[in-house]
């Protein structure tokens, strides 16, 4: 299974202002999905991030907003852009694990709790 | 597309007494499934999965869920819960080939054990 490193943890950060999540795996995955969990609600897929490629952004959210970089197979970031305070929420990013064969579940980070004020 | 529907968004049970959580789904393709817990302040945890073969799948901690693919449901149970089981509760299900990984969740259900 993958070992899946996200910083920051946590942040507090003033309106308007962006925000970058990094992503770290401990090998190479060919699709990294960041997902947002707003508070008291259940985690929606923003978009996933291939390698070499432009993300694929799920219905409601758009690469202006949340732009994605994906330099190579075990890492990613993630910006949160032009923050208002609905943009609080815990943002985790996931990978699908094994190369090869039949793979199962899909793996979280930690997750990085924004606070916009 | 698929979707999820956790029908119950509370669970209140005492310690020691069984539990079910439940869990239905909507999909064109098949799909594979999944019950994940996220402890306050934590991140999410797999607890089990279904991908095929039996219909009574085993995870940790001493849950369970069954597939029934007639009803489309994937109910999560234990016999008996303890006061540490207290998490909210998230079913999802993935599709396969090129969307494999991609989560849809259910709304959670809270699971709160009373002494």
């Known amino acids: 299974s993958a070992v899946i490193s996200q910083k920051p943890s946590r942040d507090i950060c003033q309106r308007g202002t962006s925000l970058t999540i990094q992503c770290q795996v401990d090998?190479?995955?060919?699709?990294m999905f960041w997902y947002r969990q707003q508070p008291g609600q259940s985690l929606t897929l923003i978009a996933t991030?291939?390698?070499?490629?432009?993300?694929?952004?799920e219905s409601g959210f758009v690469i202006d907003k949340f732009p994605i970089s994906r330099p190579n197979l075990t890492f990613s970031t993630l910006t949160v852009s032009n923050m208002s305070p609905e943009d609080s929420s815990i943002y985790l990013c996931s990978v699908p694990p094994g190369t090869g064969g039949l793979t199962t579940e899909a793996f979280f980070g930690q997750g990085t709790r924004l606070t916009v004020v | 597309a698929q979707s999820v529907t956790q029908l119950d968004s509370q669970v209140p049970v005492f310690e020691e007494a069984p539990v079910e959580l439940r869990c239905n789904y909507s999909s064109s393709v098949s799909v594979y499934l999944f019950w994940y817990v996220q402890y306050p302040n934590q991140g999410l945890q797999l607890l089990l999965k279904?991908?095929?073969?039996?219909?009574l799948v085993k995870g940790i901690n001493g849950f369970e869920a069954e597939f029934n693919k007639s009803q489309t449901s994937f109910h999560l149970r234990k016999p008996s819960v303890h006061i540490s089981d207290t998490a909210e509760y998230f079913c999802a299900v993935s599709a396969g080939g090129t969307s494999y990984g991609k989560l849809t969740f259910g709304q959670g259900t809270i699971l709160t054990v009373h002494p």
């Open positions: 991030a291939n390698q070499g490629s432009e993300a694929t952004y």
């Open positions: 090998s190479q995955v060919t699709m």
């Open positions: 279904y991908l095929s073969g039996s219909t």
